[in-house]
């Protein structure tokens, strides 16, 4: 099992940026990709970005490509989402996520582990 708690979420205006956070725990967790996916009002929840364990390998959603930046730090557990030159569409609530697969294969397919969201709200 693997225990995933995000933070960092809040209001920011258009073109501001936001970071978040996720904090992993539990069984080997510095050893799965992590990734983040987002869910606005009455959409499908959607893939965002992921990186791999041992941050070699990143993959993000075209939507978000040069404005989003997702990092780890396997030490402290963590994985992070900075994101930059925001938009009102970018609104969500964001998830992270976390399994054994590659970060390219968390774009097609669900992850195992997930976290219970952040809100993140950019004003116009």
């Known amino acids: 099992q693997v225990q995933l708690v995000e933070s960092g979420g809040g209001l920011v205006q258009a073109g501001g940026s936001l970071r978040l956070s996720c904090a992993a725990s539990?069984?080997?967790?510095?050893?799965?990709?992590m990734g983040w996916f987002r869910q606005a009002p009455g959409k499908e929840r959607e893939f965002v970005a992921a990186?791999?364990?041992?941050?070699?390998?990143?993959n993000y959603a075209d939507s978000v490509k040069g404005r989003f930046t997702i990092s780890r730090d396997n030490a402290k557990n963590t994985a992070d989402l900075q994101m930059n030159s925001l938009k009102p569409e970018d609104t969500a609530v964001y998830y992270c996520?976390?399994?054994?697969?590659?970060?390219?294969?968390?774009?097609?397919?669900?992850?195992?582990?997930w976290g219970q969201g952040t809100q993140v709200t950019v004003s116009s």
């Open positions: 990186i791999s364990w041992s941050a070699s390998s990143t």
């Open positions: 539990g069984r080997t967790s510095s050893t799965y990709t």
């Open positions: 996520a976390a399994s054994i697969i590659t970060p390219q294969t968390m774009a097609i397919m669900l992850p195992n582990y």
